[in-house]
């Protein structure tokens, strides 16, 4: 007989410069979802573009060389304002600017990441990403019982196996850098796509912020399959449910709409200030105390 080929066993770890995404399942969605649930960051030919993935730092730091090139006291407020504006309100926006929704117990906000999530090395592991988004899909589901309390019941019942209930179908996790303890995050979910009566599925995506870089961590994308434990098969979305989630669709679009437009706006007064210190032929920087 012929030599076997060696069995090349994967490594059971890796670190996440060398895997960035981890899957979960790999099993293909099903339609009508198979091409439209990875398309995030959505665009969409109503709203304005995306704005760039960073750009809470690239503001902070184009409104610091202003200053460094000197403003005056008019110049001086207007950049304290734009600051004051990316200090409160940078995660609504950043999350808005994609439609996530937030505050109202929507998700999982200002949780501490500690020393013990991190593994050997250095950061903090790939699965802890995984209960991350999966506390926020609870609490992302439940706070639909305080909205909609004519249905209280029944919505705390889809995290019971008990009558119409929600089974993870698939998920799977995108990496943006190597978060590492101590921070804080906030993780947020969306509907991908509108909600139909015939759908037997919830396709959402879910971001998650790093409060300490106040920019995405990590994003998974997750088929949530809708199960009669009664009937024990799936089924489709109960009328209570498919109300609800076409409202929430509906504020999404808003919501992306607003922020998008709040971001451009600060990007558009960073721009103007930037024209009036250094972009200019005369611009000199301003040297302080070393200046003879």
Not at 5 to 10: E, F, I, K, S, T
Not at 14 to 26: E, F, V, Y
Not at 116 to 141: C, L, P, Q
């Amino acid at each position: 007989m012929p030599p076997r080929p060696p069995v090349r066993l994967a490594p059971r770890f890796q670190s996440r410069p060398a895997t960035p995404n981890l899957h979960l399942r790999a099993t293909p969605l099903s339609a009508p979802f198979a091409t439209k649930a990875a398309a995030i960051p959505r665009e969409r030919s109503d709203s304005q573009p995306l704005p760039p993935a960073r750009w809470v730092s690239d503001v902070r730091a184009r409104i610091g060389k202003c200053i460094i090139f000197g403003c005056d006291a008019a110049q001086i407020q207007r950049a304290a304002g734009i600051l004051g504006t990316l200090a409160g309100e940078w995660r609504l926006l950043s999350a808005g600017s994609e439609g996530f929704l937030t505050g109202g117990r929507r998700g999982l906000e200002d949780q501490q990441v500690v020393w013990g999530e991190m593994d050997s090395f250095g950061h903090v592991n790939n699965a802890t990403y995984i209960r991350y988004a999966e506390s926020a899909r609870v609490n992302w589901i439940l706070h639909f019982a305080v909205q909609d309390p004519k249905h209280r019941d029944a919505w705390r019942d889809l995290m019971r196996p008990k009558t119409i209930g929600l089974i993870m179908k698939s998920i799977k996790a995108d990496y943006k850098f190597p978060m590492t303890a101590p921070d804080t995050i906030s993780v947020y979910h969306r509907l991908s796509i509108p909600p139909e009566a015939t759908h037997t599925s919830l396709i959402l995506d879910c971001v998650i912020f790093s409060h300490g870089h106040r920019r995405v961590a990590a994003r998974t994308f997750e088929e949530i399959a809708i199960y009669d434990y009664r009937e024990a098969k799936k089924t489709t979305l109960p009328s209570f449910m498919l109300d609800v989630l076409q409202d929430t669709w509906r504020r999404q679009e808003e919501q992306t709409n607003w922020a998008r437009g709040k971001i451009w706006g600060l990007l558009k007064e960073v721009e103007c200030l930037e024209k009036e210190t250094w972009d200019r032929a005369d611009a000199v920087e301003d040297m302080g105390a070393s200046r003879k």
